[in-house]
């Protein structure tokens, strides 16, 4: 059965940046027995124009990509794949043109820029992948800065998210990202934080709040969101989120 467009805005809530700043603690992570995506080739899928994005956008976002496998960063989340190996290489970059809306998309909406940029690039989907789409706007309504949900594309289910441009959006989510150092804008600084935010939690609750959820529905990126550092990953240094370890009881990188 197609999926409720709502549970993915229900889910974008718990993403909001709020006053209150969190404290790493707090319950642990419940295993809730759901499927879990212990390996999840990334894709990133730039939707709109891409005069839109900062110019250094898709650079950034894909040595990021490139990084991210078999690092130290990424291993921490081998907790949570019940002895399976954690692994998210790079699959590529697609893109899908057309016009991103202005209020905030359902899931369905953003899965469907998914679809039109793998059928540009004749690539079938699959269950095993994550697909990263940044939009080339902030829509209008967003109650959050980014968020991930699933979807059917021709019978095959596939986690998705959607981490908007927060050029606009200069008074919330832009706010977060470091305005000196890392080498890169800003911008493209909280698009790779928010895009790493969504591959953990995707990747331990990919069907949302069946896998690994606290008892308030906090994901492993959400109980940490007021973690920011500069973060050694593989060869790179990026500006990310700590990620809540079960093991440690407190928020890592």
């Not at 794949?81 to 809306?101: E, H, I, K, N």
């Not at 699959?126 to 991930?148: R, T």
């Not at 995707?202 to 007021?226: H, I, Q, T, V």
Request: charged letters at 15%.
């Amino acid at each position: 059965m197609e999926p409720v467009d709502l549970v993915g805005t229900r889910h974008a809530i718990r993403h909001a940046i709020s006053s209150r700043l969190r404290t790493g603690s707090g319950p642990g992570l419940v295993d809730r027995g759901g499927e879990v995506l212990s390996i999840a080739r990334l894709y990133a899928v730039f939707w709109g124009a891409s005069s839109d994005f900062p110019v250094d956008a898709q650079g950034g976002i894909e040595t990021l990509f490139k990084s991210l496998d078999k690092s130290a960063y990424l291993t921490q989340l081998n907790q949570y794949f019940r002895g399976a190996m954690v692994s998210a290489p790079y699959a590529g970059t697609l893109f899908d043109s057309s016009a991103t809306p202005i209020s905030e998309p359902s899931r369905t909406a953003v899965a469907a820029a998914a679809y039109r940029a793998l059928d540009t690039a004749a690539q079938a989907p699959a269950k095993d992948a994550l697909y990263l789409v940044f939009s080339s706007n902030f829509p209008e309504g967003m109650h959050g800065c980014a968020w991930h949900s699933w979807s059917v594309c021709h019978d095959i289910p596939i986690a998705v998210a959607l981490v908007p441009n927060p050029q606009g959006d200069p008074g919330r989510c832009l706010l977060l990202g470091p305005h000196t150092g890392g080498g890169v804008s800003a911008a493209t600084a909280i698009l790779r934080s928010f895009a790493m935010h969504e591959i953990v939690e995707a990747m331990s609750d990919p069907f949302l709040y069946s896998g690994w959820a606290d008892p308030y529905s906090e994901e492993g990126a959400d109980k940490c969101e007021s973690y920011f550092a500069f973060t050694r990953v593989g060869d790179g240094t990026f500006w990310l989120q700590s990620v809540w370890s079960n093991a440690e009881h407190r928020c890592v990188r």
